[in-house]
């Protein structure tokens, strides 16, 4: 198989692994080639960290898509997680509007919130942003609190809700404009996984792992760079599915034993070599 090209843009945490220091190392072990275009850095992320920095990017997206378009570069997969402003997603639909295909695929993790509220430092109405990005999106992924978020219904909590309701919000995730919606931290009793919803084909997809006691900051980005890792080198969705909730379950299982690390990250090097036997 030739290798796939990847462009990921995110932000650089520099300590506590999340967004690039997680999805740069996934994706190179699932053998893709992995670009980035980094949104900002910060000296941690902005969760169980106080005191951070945070240097914005912005100024540098559009010099460098305009460098790329003017090279003639091509990706396979345009995968994009945190951002950190309004203007940063405009720019995105812009990215997607260059160098988006029929073929290639737009990935959105719109990660910016968990347990029913936004991350620290995000306006309240940036889930309405972040909408307009996932409405460009062939595959979308957020977990339950940024798909209520962008879709404003309220947060049923982590658990407490029917498949049917799950099925019902997947319609919704799509109706936005997105091909495919992946409701990701789906509990149904001793089993979280995610669900999916293709809409061009009317299909449902999902894959259960252990419902683990525990939660690490970090595992939304472990579970969407193996997502879309698996889905840009072919795998089905129900097998990306399964690619990537097995590898985030077993960096957690890996993971579970340190009590110090849920605001570190897990350890997903670790669980690498069952990624990679897994593909
Ligand atoms: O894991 C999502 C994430 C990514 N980047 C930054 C974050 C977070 C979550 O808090 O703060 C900077």
């Known amino acids: 198989m030739k290798q ?26 699932m053998d893709t080639e992995a670009c980035v275009i980094p949104t900002a850095v910060l ?41 950190g402003s309004a203007e940063q997603c405009r ?4 990215l997607f ?37 996932c409405a460009k999106a062939d595959v979308i992924d957020p977990n ?3 798909a209520c978020l962008m879709l404003g219904i309220d947060f049923p909590g982590k658990t407490g809700y029917t498949e049917e309701w799950i099925k019902d919000v997947l319609k919704q995730l799509c109706a936005m404009g997105c091909r495919t919606a992946v409701l990701t ?31 690490f900051h970090g595992t939304g980005d472990v579970f969407s760079s193996a997502l879309c890792g698996a889905l840009v080198r072919g795998q089905g969705m129900e097998q990306a599915l399964k690619t990537a909730v097995d590898f985030t379950v077993d960096s ?9 690390l849920p605001r570190y990250g897990v350890r997903f090097e670790a669980a690498l070599p069952g990624l990679i036997k897994n593909l």
Not at 9 to 29: E, F, N, R
Not at 53 to 58: I, K, M
Not at 91 to 94: R, W
Not at 252 to 260: K, N
């Open 4 to 29: 796939k090209r990847v462009v990921t843009v995110q932000d650089i945490s520099c300590l506590g692994k999340c967004s690039l220091t997680v999805a740069l190392p996934i994706l190179s072990a």
């Open 43 to 83: 000296s941690t992320h902005t969760g169980g960290f106080s005191g951070y920095t945070f240097r914005d990017l912005t100024d540098d997206i559009a010099p460098i898509l305009n460098h790329w378009e003017k090279e003639g570069f091509d990706f396979d997969a345009i995968y994009t997680g945190y951002l």
């Open 91 to 94: 720019l995105m639909v812009d």
């Open 97 to 133: 509007d260059r160098f988006g295909t029929e073929e290639n695929l737009i990935f959105v993790d719109p990660a910016m919130a968990d347990n029913g509220k936004l991350y620290a430092g995000f306006p309240a109405d940036f889930p309405q942003e972040m909408k307009k990005v």
């Open 144 to 146: 339950l609190t940024e």
């Open 185 to 215: 931290g789906v509990i149904f009793g001793e089993k979280q996984g995610a669900m999916a919803y293709d809409s061009a084909t009317d299909t449902y997809s999902s894959y259960f792992g252990e419902n683990l006691p525990v939660s």
């Open 252 to 260: 957690i299982e890996i993971s579970a034993e340190d009590p110090d």
